[in-house]
């Protein structure tokens, strides 16, 4: 069965770090991958979507992935954190693997960014 | 544009209550139509989605039930609530016919069983 693991649950960094969210799957063939992010008060919100082709991909926000199949990885990365970042984010794979958005979330990871 | 909208916001039900959420999306026809959950410690789950008025496929066996009267109507449903179906509910849809289309969701229930 598929499944997404990103292990860490609360991460805190400074206003002006750089950031790296990880997320590992478990699926058999080529992923679907997915970014959201969700902002206190706000609903859930697409970052980024990997299907095929380049292996980093640009989100909004400043946000970017690397697709790494043989470390079954898709981590979020940031170069520079703002504050109004803090938020969660949650990755996701689709399970039927044919873009039907039949999505599997990871538990999630909770950002808050010192000032 | 396309909205999707998801009422009430809040809710508080004793055990053993029944349940009614609705979800409308507005801006395009024939989408695909999603329920998600998520319990506390959990990540969303996936627990209805539907291609098409009355063609609704259930992930996990539980205690809810979907309907989709209308094209852009999605309905969750319980007869009999349990404590364990406490959670954020989320409606999702995404404009059918293009698989690179993006899902949207809906601003949520809070879902509290008594």
């Known amino acids: 069965a598929q499944s997404v693991t990103q292990p860490d649950i609360h991460i805190t960094v400074s206003e002006g770090a750089s950031l790296e969210l990880r997320c590992n799957y478990s699926y058999g063939a080529t992923p679907y991958l997915f970014w959201y992010v969700q902002s206190p008060g706000q609903g859930l919100q697409l970052l980024l979507k990997y299907f095929s082709g380049d292996t980093l991909v640009q989100g909004i926000k400043g946000f970017e992935a690397e697709f790494k199949r043989s470390q079954s990885s898709f981590n979020l990365r940031k170069p520079s954190v703002h504050w109004s970042d803090a938020a969660e984010y949650s990755c996701?794979?689709?399970?039927?693997?044919?873009?039907?958005?039949?999505?599997?979330f990871g538990k999630g990871t909770k950002l808050s960014v010192i000032p | 544009s396309q909205t999707i909208h998801q009422w009430p916001a809040t809710l508080v039900q004793p055990v053993g209550s029944p349940l009614s959420l609705e979800c409308t999306v507005e801006?395009?026809?024939?989408?695909?139509l999603y329920w998600y959950r998520q319990a506390a410690g959990r990540g969303l789950q996936l627990l209805f989605y539907?291609?098409?008025?009355?063609?609704i496929s259930s992930e996990v066996p539980q205690n809810l039930s979907a309907s989709r009267p209308q094209d852009r109507q999605f309905i969750l449903s319980s007869k009999k609530l349990l404590l364990s179906d406490s959670g954020f509910y989320l409606c999702?849809?995404?404009?059918?016919?293009?698989?690179?289309?993006?899902?949207?969701f809906g601003p949520g229930t809070r879902l509290t069983v008594l």
């Open positions: 801006g395009t026809s024939n989408p695909n």
């Open positions: 999702a849809f995404v404009t059918a016919g293009d698989a690179y289309n993006e899902q949207f």
């Open positions: 539907s291609v098409g008025i009355g063609q």
């Open positions: 996701a794979v689709d399970r039927s693997g044919a873009g039907s958005y039949q999505l599997t």
